[in-house]
């Protein structure tokens, strides 16, 4: 444990309301990591920004097509530092990584969490054209490798310590961007924009629909005073930069190609079906299961759209139904849940009070989320003490996106 919260990281079976847990305990857990590491300091520049769940419209991002995340609210990463003379960035970290403290020098190695702060850097630099020289100090209460974003949040708190250090404020756009390739080149990982989006972006009680072709987005009201979304961590770790991930982006790239258009976002499952019927044509040259794994993307971005629609209207039913066919796509067609995300989503599925349940993320692991009437939580919870006793449950809302300040 941390430290921060008795119940805080979740073990197996703890039901939490992330309602109780504040911000300024955080707060102090990153200025003792701080002062353990670099010794005193009075006054900090500090950051903030949330992880997220996506709440339909998976493997979406990276095909150009449509997402609908929302930011957790108090849960993310917090970094506290201060601007030094030395011309080094010197980090230390509360995760549960080796090394816990790790001092850059160019061209030497850098461990595995620190490139995603150390691409960052680089990224700012090239904005700003300013050199970076800094001790900080990297605190989060989101659980690594459950599908929350906790990389997104990572990048995005990093980026605005570093703005309100050196007060220099990109616009947010360059800013998710510039997150977005720190991961793809420095921790060599794929990823789409939705997650630094949303961690830039999120707004209290709302979700965020963005269009990944364009990054244009709209926000979308999300939830109900008789309606919560309960987090499901299944405790099972997934490694995106492992290569399922990369398979599945090169299959729809492949499919794409095939059909002769930019991404899978430009196809409709009609033309995706005549495609692949075609008498006498090999499919030799596609990836195994290729039309499965199209359809999953095309159907989905189709969910995606009506779910925006769902919200507005305020038709949360319908919306919960979209949420099922999702899980059951990313299952069948995907192919990216496992045997605890499918157990806890068929467990929410008999609960009477569930709305819709489906894996989030990336999967492989990670967490299923819930739209479940805040009057049958309890059932919930009890159901999945009992059937998934390996997971842990917390209890959220949509929270603000990135923050820095002073003290």
């Known amino acids: 444990s941390s430290g921060i919260n008795a119940e805080w990281p979740l073990r197996p079976g703890v039901i939490v309301n992330i309602g109780l847990y504040k911000m300024d305990l955080l707060q102090e857990e990153g200025i003792k990591l701080f002062r353990n590491s670099f010794g005193d300091q009075e006054s900090f520049c500090f950051s903030f920004a949330p992880g997220r769940v996506n709440l339909i419209g998976e493997h979406t991002d990276y095909n ?8 957790l609210r108090d849960l993310g990463t917090l970094v506290v530092g201060r601007k030094t003379e030395t011309d080094h960035i010197s980090l230390a970290t509360s995760a549960s990584v080796e090394p816990k403290t790790f001092t850059y020098v160019k061209g030497g190695d850098i461990p595995q969490w620190a490139r995603y702060v150390i691409g960052v850097v680089k990224k700012f630099e090239e904005l700003t054209g300013l050199s970076v020289s800094i001790d900080a100090a990297i605190v989060s209460n989101l659980p690594m490798g459950a599908g929350l974003s906790s990389s997104a949040s990572l990048e995005v708190s990093f980026f605005s310590f570093l703005e309100e ?25 794929p990823c789409g924009i939705m ?14 629909f963005i269009n990944c072709q364009t990054n244009e987005y709209s926000i979308v009201p999300f939830g109900g005073s008789d ?3 309960v987090v499901t961590d299944t405790h099972q770790k997934h490694e995106l930069a492992g290569g399922e991930y990369a398979k599945r982006r090169a299959t729809c790239e492949a499919v794409s190609k095939d059909l002769g258009i930019p991404s899978l976002a430009e196809a409709t499952l009609e033309c995706l079906v005549a495609h692949f019927s075609i008498p006498n044509r090999s499919l030799d040259h ?13 159907t989905e971005i189709a969910r995606a759209v009506e779910g925006k629609g769902a919200l507005e209207k305020g038709e949360m039913k319908a919306f919960g139904r979209l949420m099922n066919n999702s899980h059951k796509s990313l299952c069948d067609d995907y192919e990216v849940t496992c045997r605890e995300l499918d157990e806890v989503v068929a467990v929410a599925w008999k609960t009477a009070g569930v709305l819709g349940s489906r894996m989030t993320g990336g999967g492989f692991g990670g967490c299923a989320i819930t739209l479940v ?3 049958h939580v309890t059932s919930l919870m009890d159901g999945l003490k009992v059937h998934c006793p390996y997971a842990s449950s917390f209890i959220t809302t949509a929270g603000g996106g990135a923050q820095s300040w002073r003290m």
């Open 64 to 71: 150009n097509g449509y997402v609908f995340p929302m930011a």
């Open 165 to 189: 250090t050196y007060n220099k404020f990109c616009p947010k756009l360059d800013k998710i961007k510039a997150c977005q390739s720190a991961e793809h080149e420095y921790a060599g990982v």
């Open 195 to 208: 997650d630094q989006f949303i961690a830039t972006l999120g707004e209290e009680e709302k979700a965020l």
């Open 227 to 229: 309606l919560v979304l």
């Open 286 to 298: 596609l990836p195994p299961k290729a039309y499965a794994r199209a359809r999953h993307v095309v």
């Open 373 to 375: 009437k805040a009057s």
